[in-house]
């Protein structure tokens, strides 16, 4: 065990949790250096960017953060050998995407850059290093990691001062959500901390307690922890499907969904989160979390168990579906060189995030039937946006504008698919003015007042409505 720590933390993968979790770390813990590490020099020159409005991450609350520790205790750098070798605590919050071949691909996380990180501290380390694994991980991956870390022949610091390295691993998950980061961050329900020793399990917890009421750190061991994170977001998905999939019921029935959900979220033991219908959910980790879930429920046999799962994500894809479907048979069967506007590009509101984002499915569906799209979004980068169409862009079909009046002008019909506060407050009389008429709005985040868009004109559907 390391006596005398260097109060040096590092965290390896400057993405939308590296980033975001290190900043508050960092304003909490002002006698703690946090070095923040990628191989992407591009997305550190942006966290290192004077302009704050250039961050890579877009995160209410996040620029000042950065503002008040960047320069002080909070440095971002691609010097990840001489940083691994500072720290007493290393966080690996690398990404884990699904598999894309070989074994388990298309459910299985993709471990590649886990190994690749575990492989650099190994070989860098100097001392005793908590390792945390802050990334979303199949359970028992610390097995993997801790193997690595102890096959000495990784390392080359011992012939420094003859001492050689020694780890203990811990399992941190992450339950930030991107929109709202840093208030997650700042006031979570809980902090969940899985280890094997006490030293380093108490280390990590009396970092968190300078900010966190200590009711509220949860310590379990490694197993339940790794697997907890991946059951929350199994969880939070399930709801969504579940609600989405009444909506389609309610469009059938005559019954409200937005009625239904407060009727059933008022139940103490339902509870009112998480209950809002939409286009399904988006983001880089539901999706992969529960695959990855389902992928070690068959690997252990539980075959009934992956297919219970697996049906959250098929509900998701289905109501993405469904969406497409349902502006096409509105707007007479046919997409061919019409004009249709996307209100909104990222997976949710309040951050630029597009990853896994229903607009990108919904959208695509659109193009295949020949229409041409013109996108708004108020964060998301242009070129985010084109990425995604790279083998159904023709001349015309894929337009951005920035501002949105001028992506609805000669179109048919709008589609909102993100829900952004401005999108409510909007000059919606003069949208209908720039439209060809029947001018249709559809509401996939029933954001919009139906009432009032009927009343200038528009033709509206609205989720989960009729
Ligand atoms: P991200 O893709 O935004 O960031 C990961 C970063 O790691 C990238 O910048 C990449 O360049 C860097 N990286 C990869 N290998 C590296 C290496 N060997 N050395 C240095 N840098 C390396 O991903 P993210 O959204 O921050 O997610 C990270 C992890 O956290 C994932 O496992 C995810 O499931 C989990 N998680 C994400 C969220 C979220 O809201 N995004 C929330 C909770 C948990
Ligand atoms: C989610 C979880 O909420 C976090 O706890 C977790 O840490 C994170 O995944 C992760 O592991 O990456 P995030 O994906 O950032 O966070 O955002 P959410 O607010 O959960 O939204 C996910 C998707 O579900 C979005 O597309 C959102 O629009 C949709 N959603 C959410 C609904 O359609 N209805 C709801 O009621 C809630």
Redesign the pocket.
Known sequence: MKNNLNKNICCIGAG??GGPTMSVIALNCPEWQVNVVDLNTERINAWNNEDLSKLPVFEPGLETIVKKCRGKNLFFSTKIEENIALADIIFISVNTPTKKMGIGAGYASDLKWIESSARQIAKFSRNHTIVIEKS?LPVKTAETIKTILNSSEHNNSKDLDGTIPTFSIISN?????????IN?LQNPDRVLIGGEDDYSINLISDIYKNWIDPEKIITTNLWSSELS?LV??AF??Q??SS??SISALCESTGANINEVAKAIGTDSRIGG??????????????KK?ILNLVYLCRYYGLIEVADYWEKVVDINTWQQKRISSLVIKNLFETLTNKKLAIFGFS???N?N?TR???SINISKSLLQEGANLNFYDPKVREKDILIEFDEIIKENNVLISDNALKAARGADAILVL??WEEFKELDWENIFKVMRKPAWVFDS?ICLEKKKLKDIGFKVWTLGTT
């Open positions: 939308y949790v979303t998950p992450e339950f930030l959500a991107e929109g709202s980061a997650d994170k929350a977001n939070l998905a709801r969504i609600i989405n989160k998480f209950l809002k219908p939409g286009p399904g959910f988006g983001g880089s980790c539901f979390d997976f949710k509101a951050t995030d896994e984002s229903p993100t829900e985040r």
